[in-house]
């Protein structure tokens, strides 16, 4: 990724020409001027921060700030000014300005503030991208997605939502198949009657029936009333069966019963009840392969599986890593009202290098762990779990078949670049990550170049 962009409209030569060689020692592609019209004349320039001048020949820095605020994506914005007043910058400040300096400038103040600013800048631009994915083509019943591969999922739920037969959920633990679950549920034309979710791997075996398909009066010790059971209480609507592999095979007869008839039999009962209710399954398991070692009904599972839906594992989506940990930061900023703004872009890095495992849900916890460790306004690598840390592989430096080692400052080189690009740029922040000063950077940058 190029460096950030940066133009300073300031008509003192010595004063500019400061101001570009600090911000380029910083990281920044500094573009100068010394007047507004000849910033505005330079049409084709896309610029992240505008550092400006009140008093310029023509055009006044305050007049710069009011064309700018007319764009619909304006940068960043900075007055500086000799004359600087309490009236002034109240007065900046409401017309849009981020910051407001006084001459005689400290240097290392200014490049606080342009960090300061170009991160508040950056927090809005993550805000309105999760707000973005919040709408419709984001996903229903709480999924959240922006890749192809959860794209192509939203519209197979649509299309199996629209029918009524029973329908197979397939994915690793963690990955949401329950809300895979409530979203064809929220689509059907049983929206507006219940859901209800199992775990079969929650329930001992020999309450198991019981728990299914109710019971009658004095069915076995302890029966006194008569219980409806799952099947009937969900009449009408769905039933998730999470973990449906850990059901017993002779439950599994009764299930088909249920799905090919329409009715069951309660416990201790003679008479059989009709049942209107659509099945949805969910396992991590390989369903096939249960069949193969015979347990799990053949027919049953040719039944379950007329509508199969794949939830994707976290690592085959890396484009939405970082969009649901935004998403997970908001709710917890929501509910604890903490002063996080967002991910460091180291922060950001570990997560998009790391694979979860553990998936979705893996990712919302390491997210409740680093917001209640994290004791500044950015979340950092170390308020992360350790394994995450431990288990994120290093830059790529092996050479593939056949080619030469590298030479260590090839290494070093291929090792700057990549913590550039993941910085955005950021000079400051990647010395940070590299360990060393910014001026040491900024040397092998220039000597390599």
Same mark, same amino acid.
């Given at each position: 990724?190029?460096?950030?962009?940066?133009?300073?409209?300031?008509?003192?030569?010595?004063?500019?020409?400061?101001?570009?060689?600090?911000? &380029?020692?910083?990281?920044?592609?500094?573009?100068?001027?010394?007047?507004?019209?000849?910033?505005?004349?330079?049409?084709?320039?896309?610029?992240?921060?505008?550092?400006?001048?009140?008093?310029?020949?023509?055009?006044?820095?305050?007049?710069?700030?009011?064309?700018?605020?007319?764009?619909?994506? %304006?940068?960043?914005?900075?007055?500086?000014?000799?004359?600087?007043?309490?009236?002034? +910058?109240?007065?900046?400040?409401?017309?849009?300005?981020?910051?407001?300096?006084?001459?005689? !400038?400290?240097?290392?103040?200014?490049?606080?503030?342009?960090?300061?600013?170009?991160?508040?800048?950056?927090?809005?631009?993550?805000?309105?991208?999760?707000?973005?994915?919040?709408?419709?083509?984001?996903?229903?019943?709480? /999924?959240?997605?922006?890749?192809?591969?959860?794209?192509?999922?939203?519209? +197979?739920?649509?299309?199996?939502?629209?029918?009524?037969?029973?329908?197979?959920?397939?994915?690793?633990?963690?990955?949401?198949?329950?809300?895979? +679950?409530?979203?064809?549920?929220?689509?059907?034309? %049983?929206?507006?009657?219940? *859901? /209800?979710?199992?775990?079969?791997?929650?329930?001992? +075996?020999?309450?198991?029936?019981?728990?299914? *398909?109710?019971?009658?009066?004095?069915?076995?010790?302890?029966?006194?009333?008569?219980?409806?059971?799952?099947?009937?209480?969900?009449?009408?609507?769905?039933? !998730?069966?999470?973990?449906?592999?850990?059901?017993?095979?002779?439950?599994?007869?009764?299930?088909?019963?249920?799905?090919?008839?329409?009715?069951?039999?309660?416990?201790?009962?003679?008479? &059989?009840?009709?049942?209107?209710?659509?099945?949805?399954?969910?396992?991590?398991?390989?369903?096939?392969?249960?069949?193969?070692?015979?347990?799990?009904?053949?027919?049953?599972?040719?039944?379950?599986?007329?509508?199969?839906?794949?939830?994707?594992?976290?690592?085959?989506?890396?484009?939405?890593?970082?969009?649901?940990?935004?998403?997970?930061?908001?709710?917890? %900023?929501?509910?604890?009202?903490?002063?996080?703004?967002? *991910?460091?872009?180291?922060?950001?890095?570990?997560?998009?290098?790391?694979?979860?495992?553990?998936?979705?849900?893996?990712?919302?916890?390491?997210?409740?762990?680093?917001?209640? *460790?994290?004791?500044?306004?950015?979340?950092?690598?170390?308020?992360?779990?350790?394994?995450?840390?431990?288990?994120?592989?290093?830059?790529?430096?092996?050479?593939?078949?056949?080619?030469?080692?590298?030479?260590?400052?090839?290494?070093?080189?291929?090792?700057?670049?990549?913590?550039?690009?993941?910085?955005?740029?950021?000079?400051?922040?990647?010395?940070?990550?590299?360990?060393?000063?910014?001026?040491?950077?900024?040397?092998?940058?220039?000597?390599?170049?």
């Amino acid at each position: 990724m190029s460096a950030i962009e940066v133009a300073v409209v300031e008509d003192d030569p010595g004063l500019r020409e400061l101001l570009q060689e600090e911000l &380029e020692s910083a990281g920044y592609h500094v573009h100068s001027f010394g007047a507004v019209e000849d910033f505005l004349a330079a049409t084709e320039l896309q610029v992240q921060l505008v550092i400006s001048d009140i008093r310029l020949p023509g055009l006044s820095g305050m007049e710069l700030l009011q064309t700018l605020q007319q764009r619909e994506q %304006r940068p960043a914005f900075i007055l500086i000014t000799a004359f600087g007043t309490v009236s002034q +910058a109240v007065d900046a400040l409401k017309q849009g300005a981020d910051d407001f300096l006084t001459k005689p !400038l400290d240097l290392e103040h200014l490049l606080v503030s342009v960090e300061r600013v170009l991160d508040y800048h950056q927090l809005q631009r993550e805000v309105a991208q999760y707000r973005t994915a919040q709408q419709p083509d984001s996903g229903p019943a709480g /999924l959240i997605g922006a890749s192809a591969i959860m794209q192509k999922l939203y519209q +197979a739920i649509t299309q199996v939502a629209g029918a009524d037969g029973a329908v197979l959920i397939q994915g690793e633990s963690g990955t949401g198949k329950e809300l895979v +679950a409530r979203a064809l549920h929220q689509q059907s034309k %049983r929206d507006q009657q219940a *859901f /209800l979710a199992v775990n079969c791997a929650g329930i001992p +075996a020999e309450l198991m029936e019981s728990e299914f *398909f109710g019971h009658a009066a004095g069915a076995f010790t302890g029966a006194q009333r008569a219980r409806p059971g799952l099947l009937k209480e969900a009449d009408g609507g769905t039933l !998730l069966l999470d973990e449906i592999g850990e059901m017993p095979l002779a439950l599994q007869a009764k299930l088909l019963r249920v799905l090919q008839e329409g009715t069951m039999r309660p416990v201790g009962s003679d008479q &059989e009840v009709a049942v209107d209710v659509r099945i949805v399954a969910a396992t991590h398991q390989d369903l096939e392969a249960r069949v193969r070692e015979r347990a799990f009904r053949e027919d049953l599972f040719y039944r379950l599986e007329t509508f199969r839906l794949e939830v994707p594992p976290l690592r085959a989506r890396e484009q939405d890593v970082l969009l649901l940990a935004q998403h997970f930061l908001g709710q917890l %900023r929501a509910a604890q009202d903490k002063p996080v703004l967002g *991910f460091a872009a180291e922060a950001k890095l570990l997560l998009q290098q790391y694979d979860f495992p553990g998936n979705v849900r893996e990712l919302q916890n390491a997210i409740e762990r680093a917001y209640t *460790f994290c004791d500044g306004e950015w979340i950092l690598p170390e308020h992360f779990p350790s394994r995450m840390r431990e288990r994120t592989p290093d830059p790529q430096v092996s050479p593939a078949q056949g080619e030469a080692w590298p030479t260590l400052q090839e290494v070093q080189d291929r090792y700057v670049q990549q913590v550039l690009a993941e910085t955005d740029g950021n000079k400051q922040r990647a010395a940070k990550i590299l360990g060393v000063t910014r001026r040491t950077l900024y040397r092998w940058i220039t000597t390599d170049s």
